[in-house]
């Protein structure tokens, strides 16, 4: 066991939006377990976008403490244990999940830990937002067969799960929103979406100004361009979301610098190899593509919604007609005013996220102010609610075995993408908030 452990610092307080070099990846003295801590080795950490607000000051009630300069960063983790007590109920080798992410070893108290079994087909697949989009739609929306569900955010973290998991429950028709045209593209072919809207397209005949898109060069396999026109048919959505106390954002989440999407990829058990590290370190694997029970999504599918430089409340309104009954919101501002106006009479709304505050450079990422028309709500009869509970404890203790059997079938899949090497996990958080990922990013050691 090495002497020393690495992990990541605040170095500088950001003015915006963090950025790699605002980061440091140190030395520290090998942590030493006192009575009742676990020692443990992280093997794969979340990158979340809630990590913005930490940063940027936190929220008032929120259970987390603010980031300064010289704290260790800290997220979901999952960890080997090196050593334990005798009364601890693990032994070395068994897998947990802290919250001590962002480090490659942690002595970890009692009761601030999880035991993982084998549930779930992928160790990696306990750091997504599955029971955040489930708690979600089931207990906050309350789904019924046949709903129109609109998702924000829903190329992210959350959003990559919500839309596959509502259309599982019986949605009748799911729409998920994006601001890359090859994210748009995705969430219809591969994550089961009808439609997709973008939250902003680019100018005829350029690139996408935000580096969302998955097209990988031959060099860099995180080298996302995409050259395509708006007027591509393929042309459509964002999706993002992400996290849990603190503000469930799926963007994950989505990017964009109001909102950031993850990628994520289908694991492959513990030892998450990246094809892709003989040529660069920071190489994001993303096995998600193609596979599934939804690849090659239905043929009516539509992978845009005509109109992607009108306002995004007209496009929402084509791409549903008859109005939302539910909508998953990982973003805020204008899409949840859009989602206002185009709801139907006893709409359900579940508030997850609050991307367009949380990751715009000109807030502190604590903020998510936005101006809504009430009289709508009142009209509507349209309910909205906040997300702020444990995910996990909402579920019930059923809901790992029901999202491994999901995931085993095939019927769900979890985007993700991982990046090799704690030294690149500044880099990663960076991307993350651009937008180039699809689904949740994922630190692995």
């Known amino acids: 066991m090495p002497g020393r452990s690495r992990e990541v610092q605040l170095a500088v307080q950001p003015d915006g939006l963090p950025k790699p070099e605002h980061f440091a990846v140190v030395e520290a003295p090998m942590p030493v377990p006192g009575d009742g801590e676990v020692l443990v080795r992280n093997r794969f950490f979340h990158v979340s976008p809630a990590l913005r607000t930490l940063i940027g000051g936190s929220v008032k009630g929120a259970p987390f403490p603010r980031l300064r300069p010289g704290d260790t ?14 009364d601890a109920g693990v032994q070395p080798g068994d897998l947990v999940q802290p919250w001590l992410g962002w480090r490659e070893y942690a002595a970890v108290p009692a009761g601030q830990w999880s035991p993982l079994d084998d549930a779930l087909p992928d160790p990696a697949a306990h750091l997504g937002q599955a029971a955040i989009a489930y708690t979600a739609l089931t207990r906050d929306a309350r789904l019924r067969p046949g709903d129109t569900v609109f998702v924000s955010g829903g190329a992210g973290g959350i959003g990559s799960l919500a839309g596959q998991i509502a259309r599982a429950l019986g949605a009748g028709r799911v729409i998920g929103s994006t601001g890359s045209p090859d994210k748009a593209k ?52 964002d999706t993002q979301h992400e996290p849990d106390a603190l503000a469930a954002t799926d963007t994950q989440h989505e990017p964009d610098a109001l909102a950031a999407t993850d990628t994520q990829h289908e694991p492959d058990a513990l030892a998450a190899t990246d094809a892709h590290a003989g040529t660069d370190a920071l190489a994001a694997t993303d096995t998600h593509r193609g596979t599934g029970a939804l690849a090659g ?87 909205i609610r906040g997300f702020g509970s444990s995910a996990e404890d909402a579920a019930g203790p059923e809901w790992t075995e029901r999202f491994g059997g999901w995931l085993r079938s095939g019927e769900i899949t979890f985007p993700h993408v991982r990046v090799a090497g704690i030294e690149n996990a500044p880099r990663a958080l960076h991307e993350m908030i651009g937008g180039r990922h699809l689904g949740t990013v994922i630190v692995e050691l």
């Open 73 to 86: 960063l800290y997220g979901k983790a999952i960890a080997e244990v090196m050593s334990a007590p005798p």
């Open 186 to 237: 995705r969430l219809v072919t591969e994550l089961g979406y009808d439609a997709a809207v973008l939250r902003r397209t680019p100018a005829l005949g350029t690139t996408d100004a935000h580096p969302e898109t998955n097209a990988h060069d031959e060099t860099n396999p995180l080298a996302a361009t995409d050259a395509r026109p708006v007027t591509d048919a393929l042309a459509a959505t």
């Open 297 to 383: 999504a239905d043929a009516h599918r539509e992978a845009v919604v005509p109109g992607g430089t009108d306002p995004f409340v007209d496009q929402l309104a084509k791409a549903a007609p008859d109005g939302i009954d539910v909508l998953v919101d990982n973003v805020g501002g204008e899409q949840l005013q859009a989602a206002i106006a185009v709801a139907r009479p006893g709409a359900r709304f579940a508030i997850v996220g609050t991307l367009a505050g949380q990751l715009s450079p000109d807030l502190a990422g604590a903020t998510a102010p936005v101006e809504i028309d009430t009289f709508q709500l009142i009209v509507k009869g349209i309910e």
